[in-house]
């Protein structure tokens, strides 16, 4: 009889422990992200090249804010899902392709999606950019789909004009969001920027 009473109150315990860790923490304590856009040079970057050509890159911040309730986003990554037209077309071709995340120096980092961001911890996001004497603006994802670069490079899609680019974020222990940015591109370079 005391073995059996024992062995159910190890398991009453066992039951609380679990249900604590795998249900009542990460109901209260999670990741609680937001995404930041801004026309700042922070936001919207020129790069020069070594043969006097430009660039510039428009990026996000992802925020993991800092809340008492707050809790390290595990495996976190962004999508490009879609992206339209200023008439709500879907430009096509166009597969769903992972972003990068900037300022990682070597190629294992640069290729790897997935990060953790800490309580209070942020990172940009590369969204698009746009070369000099370029007619056109690039998703700035590593594997854009060949279809879209050649009409692309034809001058079909993503010449000047709005657009709408759509992007989901994800990660193992947060509810997946998406977010929608508008953004216009002119013909003169330097003029790329998010519109409200």
């Not at 300022?103 to 640069?110: D, G, L």
């Not at 950019?129 to 690039?138: A, G, L, M």
Request: hydrophobic letters at 40%; glycine letters at 4%; a positive charge.
């Amino acid at each position: 009889m005391q073995v059996e009473f024992w062995a159910l109150g190890i398991s009453i315990v066992a039951l609380i422990a679990t249900l604590t860790k795998d249900f009542f923490i990460p109901l209260f304590f999670r990741p609680r992200l937001e995404i930041i856009i801004d026309n700042t040079d922070s936001f919207v970057r020129t790069a020069h090249f070594e043969s006097g050509e430009k660039s510039r890159w428009m990026r996000f911040l992802i925020k993991n804010k800092d809340s008492f309730f707050g809790a390290r986003a595990k495996r976190c990554y962004v999508k490009l899902l879609e992206i339209r037209d200023n008439n709500n077309n879907l430009v096509l071709p166009f597969d769903q392709a992972p972003l990068s995340w900037t300022v990682y120096k070597n190629v294992e980092e640069f290729t790897s999606y997935r990060n953790d961001l800490s309580k209070g911890e942020s990172h940009f996001i590369d969204l698009v950019y746009e070369k000099e004497n370029v007619p056109y603006i690039t998703p700035a994802s590593l594997n854009p789909p060949n279809s879209l670069m050649i009409k692309m490079e034809k001058k079909e899609v993503l010449t000047p004009g709005i657009y709408k680019f759509k992007i989901g974020v994800y990660g193992d222990n947060f509810k997946s969001f998406t977010r929608t940015f508008k953004l216009s591109f002119e013909t003169v370079f330097g003029k790329l920027k998010y519109e409200e």
